[in-house]
Structure formats: C-alpha cells, structure tokens
C-alpha cells in the first residue's frame, strides 16, 4: 500500500528564512507524489505534483521539491519564507493502484512565519 | 474556467438527521472524489466518480453514500448522522480517467458540517 510521511506537525521560521517540510512516502511502485497548501477555511491548493518526468518540480509561489528515489523523500522548500506562506501544508501520493484518482494524505505540517 | 464549487459551504444538523452535500466540478472534468478532513483522523478518502459510476471506495461506513449525474455534477449523502461526522468534506474534481496520465485533483472550499 501506497502512504506518506510528514515529519514535524509544525515548523517555524523567519521571515525569508528556508522553508524545508519533510515528506517520505512508502510505495512498491513508482509514486505520483504532491504537495497541497491549505489556508485558514479553504479548499486545498495544488502547489506542484511530481509525475516522473523530472527529479526537481517547480511549483506556485517559489516552492519546488526534489524526488530521491534513494531516500524516499519528497521534501518542500522554499528559499524565502514570506508571512504569506502561513498555512497547513499536505503531501499526498495518489493510489493504491486499482486506476482511478484516490490521493492518500500526510498528516500535514502547519507552517509559522514570524518576523 | 470557474473552479470547484461546493454547497452548502455551511450545516449544522443534529444526531439522526440526514444530510446531502452537492459538488459541481469545474467544466470538463469527470471525475469527481470526496474527502472528509477531521483534527483527529486528517484527510480521508471517501468514494471517486466517474462517469457516473463509483470506481473507488476508502472505508466508511454505508451510512456514506454518493453518486454522480450525466452532467458530472456530485452528490453525497451522509444518513443517521452522529456527532463524529462533523467534520469539513472536500470534493474534487479531475479531467482524464483510468489508466491515463497523472491526473491532478482540484479541490473546491469544503462543507463544513457540524453534528449537534
């Protein structure tokens, strides 16, 4: 069975600060993997999806994300932190098979920016 | 092209009640996949459509139901409602079907139900 993994349920940083958000998934066949941002009493928001085609994905807003295979990670980052970026962020890998579009959720990592 | 809209974005029902949730999916899309997002268990899959027919079920009980519309228009139903199904659904819509390339799901606002 297909699951990822969000280390750290909070993280806080500064004000144009790194942002790193961990995701490790778990999956025995090559994994769709994506990152969603959810805002105080919104929907979710896709910020990038990783379909095989490149290791590095760019996403909205300056986010980007690095699949390695080796290390089963899907980790987020962003160079500068902005107050915007306030909001619960959620890895998700889409599966298990079967076909059809189920996604599979982190448990979410609330993100703090300070000044 | 208009997103994913959800209505009710607001209910409050009581224990036994039941209740309907609608979902219009953004123009061309035929999948349309519900979740029900809590504190306690997160983001949970519910049930996926498409073209009108259910191809996925996540692990709820019968009292969960839904189904979808020849236009793709989503409906789900919750009967008996008990106090731990307050909770925010989320549906979400997609443009390709099985077997083809990555599909991305876009989200719509949620319902947020709250049971009493």
């Known amino acids: ?115 | 092209k208009a997103g994913v809209t959800q209505t009710p974005r607001y209910l409050i029902k009581t224990r036994g009640q039941q209740v309907t949730l609608s979902c219009s999916p953004i123009s061309g899309h035929r999948s349309v996949s519900w979740y029900q997002q809590t504190p306690g268990q997160g983001l949970q899959f519910l049930f996926e459509y498409f073209s009108e027919t259910q191809r996925n079920k996540g692990n709820f009980p019968g009292r969960f139901s839904g189904r979808q519309f020849s236009n793709s228009r989503s409906e789900m139903n919750v009967s008996t409602l008990e106090l731990g199904d307050s909770a925010l659904y989320l549906c979400a819509s997609s443009d390709t079907g099985r077997g083809q390339s990555v599909n991305t799901q876009y989200f719509g606002p949620g319902t947020r139900l709250t049971v009493l």
């Not at chain 1, 993280?11 to 790193?20: D, I, P, T």
């Not at chain 1, 910020?47 to 690095?66: C, D, H, P, Q």
């Not at chain 1, 959620?90 to 448990?107: D, E, M, S, Y």
Request: hydrophobic content about 35%; some cysteine; aromatic content about 12%.
């Open chain 1, 1 to 115: 069975a297909q699951s990822v993994t969000q280390l750290g349920s909070h993280v806080s940083v500064s004000e144009g600060a790194l942002v790193l958000l961990r995701c490790n998934y778990s999956s025995s066949v090559p994994p769709y993997l994506f990152w969603y941002v959810q805002y105080p009493n919104q929907g979710l928001q896709l910020l990038l999806k990783y379909t095989s085609a490149a290791t590095l994905v760019k996403g909205i807003n300056g986010f980007e994300a690095e699949f390695k295979k080796s290390e089963t990670s899907f980790h987020l980052t962003k160079p500068s932190a902005h107050m915007s970026d306030a909001a619960e962020y959620f890895c998700a890998v889409r599966g298990p098979g079967g076909g059809g579009n189920k996604l599979t959720f982190g448990t979410g990592t609330q993100l703090k920016v300070e000044l």
